[in-house]
């Protein structure tokens, strides 16, 4: 395992749950956090931009009042997605408000900026680039970043071709800091097989889509339930960049799943405030599978962990 930097040395249990666009809000980075891994959001989930500064004061303020109230059982800490594209205008000011509330974690996306980094670590924050090949993970050290997040295939949102032992093992042969591995985990067992493969932490996202607290319709969280892996049609059409997302939601949107045309990247958009296309496509992994119905994120976690051990006893670990 690596040698890890403060807060990720102390985390309860090995998950960081993803920055959901859109879904994740407050309510759901205070739940998992309090659970015990690491909650994060989309700072332009906050609209107006104005919202963010809210929110960290909300999400600052509920977390210190937890470890007052148990300080044998703290919670984890708490992270903010940037992403960091040309077309992000609120970059600079989303920027600021981390800044102001000493985010401790900061998840750089689409773009690894130096300048980005040297204002988390003026407070003493971390940051972690999410990378879908040993190419962009090289880059991203270079300019600073305290460790990784592998994008590996089967991911949802953004995610690479990679298979993630390739990934993992390509980063490994020549960095030895913070690890994270992202791509259709679900269960305990694969929090586990993570670790085995020289990841420190699981990234998971879409199994808190079927969250209580996540800010998702109940038809998205429904057919998280409802479909696997032969649901998830991966494309590049709605954001310019590859992603994984539901069948069913591209066929309510009128879209053939199994026909749909190549979008142009030099169309990528991700401005603050501007409007979203296709705000009704729900992004989604392979892992989905393994989901089997909405519960609060306190019970997800605790089945998380419930599989994890019972998976290093099997491996008499």
């Not at 990720?8 to 879904?23: E, H, K, M, N, T």
């Not at 939601?249 to 190549?262: K, Y």
């Not at 990247?265 to 989901?291: E, H, T, Y």
């Amino acid at each position: 395992m690596s040698k890890l930097p403060a807060p990720l040395d102390r985390l309860p249990f090995p998950v960081i749950g993803s920055p959901l666009f859109i879904i994740s809000n407050p309510k759901l980075v205070i739940a998992q956090c309090t659970a015990g891994v690491v909650g994060s959001m989309p700072a332009l989930n906050a609209r107006p931009a104005e919202q963010l500064e809210e929110w960290l004061i909300e999400i600052t303020e509920a977390l210190a009042a937890h470890n007052r109230a148990n300080p044998d059982k703290p919670a984890a800490p708490f992270a903010i997605n940037q992403i960091v594209h040309k077309s992000n205008d609120r970059l600079e000011h989303d920027m600021a408000m981390c800044v102001k509330y000493k985010v401790p974690i900061i998840i750089t996306s689409l773009g690894a900026r130096e300048d980005i980094n040297a204002a988390a670590h003026s407070y003493g924050g971390v940051v972690l680039h999410d990378v879908i090949n040993n190419k962009h993970a090289r880059k991203a050290i270079e300019k600073g970043a305290d460790g990784l997040i592998a994008v590996a295939a089967g991911a949802g949102g953004h995610a690479g071709l990679k298979s993630p032992f390739a990934l993992v093992q390509e980063i490994r042969q020549w960095f030895d800091g913070p690890l994270a591995l992202s791509g259709a985990i679900a269960t305990g067992d694969a929090v586990l097989a993570a670790q085995a493969m020289g990841a420190d932490f699981a990234y998971i996202g879409s199994a808190f889509i079927a969250t209580e607290e996540a800010r998702a319709a109940e038809g998205y969280k429904q057919a998280i339930v409802e479909s696997n892996s032969d649901d998830i049609v991966y494309s590049n059409l709605f954001t310019g960049v590859h992603g994984n997302y539901l069948a069913p939601s591209i066929r309510a949107a009128g879209l053939d799943p199994d026909n749909l045309p190549q979008s142009d990247p030099s169309k990528m958009n991700f401005g603050g405030d501007k409007s979203k296309a296709w705000k009704d496509i729900w992004g989604c992994g392979q892992g989905i599978g393994a989901i089997n119905a909405v519960q609060s994120t306190a019970d997800y976690v605790a089945q998380l962990k419930r599989e994890y051990a019972a998976a290093r006893q099997r491996l008499a670990l």
